[in-house]
């Protein structure tokens, strides 16, 4: 079902803040904490980061090649996968953080533009199937808010073992 215009507003504004709900959570984050998994297969703060990064940067694309190409495929990767395979507590997580802020703000920027027609857009995700421009809207709206809460989740976890 369609969004309407004022949810569809809603859900660019909050992917406009994400980077600073990011930020503003990471600065949270003990430095003793950073690196703090929460159990063996769980991201620390700063995994956390630079997952965001690379997962910005496929969104970036993803919804551009839902607007403007013709049958766009949308690739999958393991996120997890990733994390391991690129070492990412080895990864620094200033240019992480750029990385996310630049591509927000220049999404942002097209998609505030993008014509009505362009928002019904009809792709396809390797692991998820259909899917529109709307769909990318309504999933990464919230993925930075969702890993603010998540790294704002392992801060109160780290300072519970603190605590004992």
Request: hydrophobic content about 40%; glycine content about 4%; charged content about 25%.
């Amino acid at each position: 079902m369609a969004l309407d215009r004022a949810k569809r507003d809603a859900l660019v504004q909050q992917y406009a803040d994400g980077p600073a709900r990011l930020r503003a959570a990471l600065a949270t984050v003990p430095p003793r904490a950073l690196k703090w998994r929460p159990a063996p297969k769980e991201w620390s703060a700063h995994e956390i980061v630079v997952h965001c990064a690379d997962s910005e940067t496929n969104s970036y694309a993803r919804v551009r090649f839902v607007v403007a190409e013709k049958d766009p495929l949308i690739q999958g990767y393991d996120q997890d996968h990733w994390a391991t395979f690129f070492d990412y507590h080895t990864l620094p997580i200033e240019p992480a953080l750029a990385v996310v802020e630049a591509v927000r703000a220049s999404t942002t920027a097209l998609i505030r533009r993008l014509p009505e027609e362009a928002w019904s857009r009809v792709g396809r995700h390797t692991e998820s199937g259909r899917y529109t421009t709307e769909d990318w809207l309504q999933i990464y709206a919230d993925h930075l808010e969702g890993h603010a809460r998540q790294i704002e989740q392992n801060v109160e976890q780290w300072k519970a073992t603190q605590a004992r």
